[in-house]
């Protein structure tokens, strides 16, 4: 039986539950994005890990036309490059965006 009290457990409000917690999480993962922007460009120490850079640099080589291997330290597979290609024409944060949204849906 959905909708009703299962057990001593009410599935609406669980369900209603799961969905702000959904909400709260997206809003401050847009938050920590633009946070994260704005840190970057102003503190030395960058809050992006160097990881992002390596992916944007290759998705970037794949944009051209060329293989995310000419980028000397980047050893991951081709997919990861391919889906932040938006980075190079649409917006440098399109990726954490993305990612962002996985760790949402997982």
């Given at each position: 039986m959905l909708g009703g009290i299962v057990g001593g457990f009410d599935v609406e409000m669980a369900k209603k539950s799961i969905q702000s917690l959904?909400?709260?999480s997206a809003i401050l993962?847009?938050?920590l994005i633009f946070y994260?922007?704005?840190l970057d460009s102003h503190l030395e120490v960058r809050y992006t890990d160097v990881y992002y850079l390596v992916f944007s640099d290759a998705a970037?080589?794949?944009a051209t036309g060329k293989s995310p291997y000419e980028r000397s330290t980047y050893r991951y597979s081709p997919l990861i490059a391919f889906l932040l290609m938006p980075?190079?024409?649409l917006h440098q944060l399109w990726g954490k965006f993305l990612f962002?949204?996985?760790g949402i849906s997982c």
């Open positions: 959904l909400i709260f993962r847009v938050f994260g922007q704005w970037a080589l794949m980075n190079s024409f962002s949204a996985a």
